[in-house]
């Protein structure tokens, strides 16, 4: 297949399922060259997240089914083993590739295969911590890898911090490149053992010259580019001479974000995670195309003007974010307090830390942070905030979302890995201006606080108040008294209610997850009647656990697939049919 009938299959079944776009427009030539280059049923091609990986899918063996594309029972958004040997590993989450890619070679060392492994890396997935620790150990791997770093100067938001402006250095410093190969020629046409040394001082002075310290190369990768990552024959040169050497190679390959689709190009941010949409007809339709949909209300727009109140008010709010600036809301808040907004690049850990030390400084730090992306962050969450109290606020968007990236981007785990934490209140709001009052309480609370919201719009449901907010430590909920009482987290408080009329029980929101409203669970008790618990996160070790529910509803104990929302909870039984039809007449378990 061609570029452009690669691009344009791309284009047909991300316009129709939604999808990753612009990065993986912006890889179609590297995954045409990496195909020709190694064989993909042996070699491992380990992809660092999976948004650029398309192509690879369309390439090894997918092609037929790729109009599947993260529908449910279909193709997956991301690179799975699951799904193809040609997948070498699960590729969800930024940082982890040249880890998995070090191990794989010190597998291969280990048995005396001969397979290549590569790992193909985005430039902001570099300057994440467990990337650097990776290339720190590069030096000392058991065994060779070839390391792609695909710089297409974009992550989800532009890239930040001091390696995203060397590799800009290296891009503009070509004639390093011309000098380094002139100097290569020389010492091969003398050949004369005792020129040896001062050839290589030589070299490494021209290093110090033209690049500072030769990041990659004192990590012990051979540095190889930039090339140009749309020349497919430029690249399988490139990848070729790569595959000969024996050292380990860095491969660096510049590539345009949304290449052949002028919409995404031009605005590659908004068109690197989309819905479905209609491809423009020709150029004079791009404007039409980029063009956003009438805005309606999300959570993360409540969570963003929320923050930008508060803040006017308070001059300790700092807003801090990984390489998630739109996805969380904080535009808006960007723009007005530039001063008190750090985007961190893809570096949860560091972001988490950091906001430990704003708030031991006296600042009042809120982390916006996806459910999924807070995973890997956990031990920060433990060790540096809850053990010293700190008051940071962890705003948790997308949580207990399920969809169509599957089970590297489902957010259905915080409530069960965050629940144990001591010190730690938890929290969700029903609608949109209880989530400002929650913002407004976790701001004025001594110790740390999670709030977490779901994504897509939120509405106001006066017929849902639970009365007005009250700062303190326990929750709110209210109750009619029935035969069967459904603690409900969050937005699931109106499928509570949906349920709890046909069943002739009572819905309670549980406001508060950690700590929960105690007293009322006794008194319910106390009056015989039968606890539900219906929360949107994993079962295990969640809400329900938490408050011993005679029944609970909840993700399963397993990883959930890819698939609309609704096609989900109808799956796992979680839709009011469902859980209706279990208490009517499943005698109570579950």
Same mark, same amino acid.
Not at 402 to 426: E, K, M, S, Y
């Given at each position: 297949m061609t570029a452009l009938e690669i691009r344009n299959r791309?284009? $047909?079944?991300?316009?129709?399922?939604?999808?990753?776009?612009?990065?993986?427009?912006?890889?179609?030539?590297?995954?045409? !060259? %990496?195909?020709?280059?190694?064989?993909?049923?042996?070699d491992r091609i380990v992809w660092d997240v999976g948004h650029q990986a398309y192509a690879w899918k369309i390439l090894t063996g997918r092609a037929d089914r790729f109009d599947t594309l993260r529908r449910l029972d279909g193709l997956s958004g991301f690179p799975n083993p699951a799904e193809s040997r040609a997948d070498a590993a699960v590729a969800g989450h930024a940082g982890v590739a040249i880890s998995v890619a070090e191990g794989m070679a010190a597998a291969r060392t280990a048995r005396g295969g001969d397979e290549q492994v590569v790992a193909v890396v985005g430039d902001a997935s570099l300057s994440n911590g467990t990337?650097?620790?990776?290339?720190?150990?590069?030096?000392? $791997?058991?065994?060779?890898?070839?390391?792609?770093?695909?710089?297409?100067?974009?992550?989800?938001?532009?890239?930040?911090? !001091? %390696?995203s402006r060397y590799l800009g250095r290296l891009i503009a410093g070509r004639r390093y490149n011309r000098v380094k190969a002139a100097v290569k020629a020389v010492e091969k046409a003398v050949g004369m053992s005792f020129l040896n040394k001062p050839i290589r001082r030589i070299k490494a002075f021209i290093k110090r010259m033209l690049i500072g310290h030769a990041y990659f190369e004192q990590m012990g990768l051979r540095y190889m580019g930039p090339v140009d990552g749309h020349d497919v024959a430029a690249l399988t040169a490139a990848l070729d001479v790569a595959k000969k050497d024996r050292r380990s190679v860095l491969l660096h390959v510049v590539t345009v974000?949304?290449?052949?689709?002028?919409?995404?190009?031009?605005?590659?941010?908004?068109?690197?995670?989309?819905?479905?949409?209609t491809i423009a007809a020709s150029p004079a339709d791009d404007a039409r195309a980029a063009a956003p949909a009438e805005r309606q209300t999300t959570w993360s727009d409540v969570f963003g003007a929320a923050l930008t109140a508060a803040a006017e008010k308070d001059r300790r709010i700092?807003?801090?974010?990984?390489?998630?600036?739109?996805?969380?809301?904080?535009?808006?808040?960007?723009a007005r307090f530039p001063r008190r907004f750090k985007d961190v690049g893809i570096s949860e850990g560091h972001m988490v830390a950091y906001a430990a030390g704003l708030a031991a400084g006296g600042m009042r730090p809120v982390v916006a942070v996806y459910s999924t992306f807070l995973q890997r962050a956990v031990d920060q969450v433990m060790h540096d905030v809850c053990i010293a109290k700190l008051p940071v606020v962890f705003c948790v968007d997308r949580a207990g979302v399920v969809g169509a990236d599957g089970v590297t981007h489902q957010g259905v785990f915080d409530i069960a890995l965050l629940r144990a934490l001591p010190n730690l209140t938890i929290c969700q709001p029903k609608d949109a201006d209880d989530l400002a009052a929650l913002l407004d309480e976790a701001l004025r609370r001594d110790g740390p606080t999670v709030i977490r919201y779901p994504r897509g719009l939120a509405g106001h449901s006066p017929a849902l108040s639970t009365g007005s907010p009250v700062l303190s430590p326990r929750g709110d909920g209210q109750a009619v008294l029935g035969q069967m009482a459904i603690w409900a987290t969050g937005d699931w408080y109106g499928k509570a209610c949906a349920i709890a009329a046909r069943v002739?029980?009572?819905?309670?929101?549980?406001?508060?997850?950690k700590p929960f409203d105690a007293a009322l669970l006794k008194r319910q008790r106390a009056a015989g009647m039968t606890i539900v618990s219906l929360e949107n996160g994993s079962v295990a070790g969640g809400f329900g656990e938490a408050i011993g529910a005679d029944v609970k509803f909840g993700w399963p104990d397993e990883f959930i697939p890819h698939g609309t929302q609704a096609e989900l909870e109808r799956r796992y039984g979680l839709d009011v049919e469902s859980i209706t039809e279990v208490l009517t007449h499943g005698n109570g378990t579950r």
């Amino acid at each position: 297949m061609t570029a452009l009938e690669i691009r344009n299959r791309i284009l $047909a079944a991300v316009s129709r399922n939604g999808g990753h776009l612009a990065s993986s427009l912006g890889a179609v030539e590297l995954a045409m !060259a %990496l195909a020709q280059t190694f064989d993909p049923e042996k070699d491992r091609i380990v992809w660092d997240v999976g948004h650029q990986a398309y192509a690879w899918k369309i390439l090894t063996g997918r092609a037929d089914r790729f109009d599947t594309l993260r529908r449910l029972d279909g193709l997956s958004g991301f690179p799975n083993p699951a799904e193809s040997r040609a997948d070498a590993a699960v590729a969800g989450h930024a940082g982890v590739a040249i880890s998995v890619a070090e191990g794989m070679a010190a597998a291969r060392t280990a048995r005396g295969g001969d397979e290549q492994v590569v790992a193909v890396v985005g430039d902001a997935s570099l300057s994440n911590g467990t990337s650097l620790e990776a290339l720190n150990n590069c030096v000392n $791997a058991d065994g060779k890898i070839i390391v792609i770093l695909n710089d297409n100067e974009m992550s989800i938001s532009k890239p930040t911090g !001091a %390696l995203s402006r060397y590799l800009g250095r290296l891009i503009a410093g070509r004639r390093y490149n011309r000098v380094k190969a002139a100097v290569k020629a020389v010492e091969k046409a003398v050949g004369m053992s005792f020129l040896n040394k001062p050839i290589r001082r030589i070299k490494a002075f021209i290093k110090r010259m033209l690049i500072g310290h030769a990041y990659f190369e004192q990590m012990g990768l051979r540095y190889m580019g930039p090339v140009d990552g749309h020349d497919v024959a430029a690249l399988t040169a490139a990848l070729d001479v790569a595959k000969k050497d024996r050292r380990s190679v860095l491969l660096h390959v510049v590539t345009v974000k949304g290449r052949g689709y002028a919409p995404a190009v031009k605005d590659p941010e908004k068109w690197h995670g989309v819905g479905a949409f209609t491809i423009a007809a020709s150029p004079a339709d791009d404007a039409r195309a980029a063009a956003p949909a009438e805005r309606q209300t999300t959570w993360s727009d409540v969570f963003g003007a929320a923050l930008t109140a508060a803040a006017e008010k308070d001059r300790r709010i700092v807003a801090l974010t990984a390489a998630m600036k739109d996805g969380t809301g904080l535009t808006e808040f960007a723009a007005r307090f530039p001063r008190r907004f750090k985007d961190v690049g893809i570096s949860e850990g560091h972001m988490v830390a950091y906001a430990a030390g704003l708030a031991a400084g006296g600042m009042r730090p809120v982390v916006a942070v996806y459910s999924t992306f807070l995973q890997r962050a956990v031990d920060q969450v433990m060790h540096d905030v809850c053990i010293a109290k700190l008051p940071v606020v962890f705003c948790v968007d997308r949580a207990g979302v399920v969809g169509a990236d599957g089970v590297t981007h489902q957010g259905v785990f915080d409530i069960a890995l965050l629940r144990a934490l001591p010190n730690l209140t938890i929290c969700q709001p029903k609608d949109a201006d209880d989530l400002a009052a929650l913002l407004d309480e976790a701001l004025r609370r001594d110790g740390p606080t999670v709030i977490r919201y779901p994504r897509g719009l939120a509405g106001h449901s006066p017929a849902l108040s639970t009365g007005s907010p009250v700062l303190s430590p326990r929750g709110d909920g209210q109750a009619v008294l029935g035969q069967m009482a459904i603690w409900a987290t969050g937005d699931w408080y109106g499928k509570a209610c949906a349920i709890a009329a046909r069943v002739g029980g009572t819905a309670v929101h549980a406001r508060y997850l950690k700590p929960f409203d105690a007293a009322l669970l006794k008194r319910q008790r106390a009056a015989g009647m039968t606890i539900v618990s219906l929360e949107n996160g994993s079962v295990a070790g969640g809400f329900g656990e938490a408050i011993g529910a005679d029944v609970k509803f909840g993700w399963p104990d397993e990883f959930i697939p890819h698939g609309t929302q609704a096609e989900l909870e109808r799956r796992y039984g979680l839709d009011v049919e469902s859980i209706t039809e279990v208490l009517t007449h499943g005698n109570g378990t579950r």
